[in-house]
């Protein structure tokens, strides 16, 4: 698939999602809805790298205060992806290096759906810098991003690197 392609289903789909912005509010009531609610989302999980694949497993949770309808997490890596993916349901390519996934609901204090993520790489590198963070959130501000901001290098070794 090309990348302006992937890039194109990937905006589709945020479109899809309504994320068109708040334009057409005005006053102290139109920048609140361009805010949004306020949510704590976070992220757990862990990854593996074994002969250039890369397994991720991420469960999103929201800590509140507000549920969110959907989010949308990034994955980005230190070395290109090969060119054919077989990706879960809700995720998409956006780049060499990128994936995004969507969350599912993001009840108050409960989870989203678990993501699991078997990536091929390109060439096989004998380490990789995984990234993880809130590709879009559906407007929500979020007060603590260090629970949904990770960087993990995982080794080609097979180990399971948790975060």
């Not at 879960?88 to 989203?112: F, N």
Request: hydrophobic fraction near 45%; aromatic fraction near 4%; include cysteine.
């Amino acid at each position: 698939m090309r990348r302006g392609a992937v890039r194109s289903v990937v905006v589709a789909g945020l479109l899809v999602l309504g994320v068109s912005g708040a334009a057409g509010t005005s006053g102290e009531a139109g920048a609140a809805a361009r805010r949004g609610p306020e949510a704590d989302v976070a992220y757990h999980g862990r990854v593996s790298l074994s002969q250039g694949r890369l397994r991720v497993w991420v469960v999103p949770q929201n800590e509140g205060p507000a549920a969110l309808p959907n989010a949308a997490l990034r994955v980005r890596l230190s070395a290109d992806l090969a060119d054919r993916q077989e990706l879960a349901q809700g995720c998409a390519r956006a780049g060499l290096r990128e994936v995004v996934c969507e969350t599912g609901a993001l009840p108050l204090h409960g989870r989203g759906r678990h993501i699991g993520l078997l990536l091929e790489l390109k060439d096989p590198v004998p380490e990789v810098v995984v990234r993880i963070d809130t590709w879009w959130n559906g407007g929500a501000s979020d007060r603590d991003a260090s629970n949904n901001q990770h960087a993990v290098l995982a080794l080609d070794t097979g180990d399971s690197y948790a975060f």
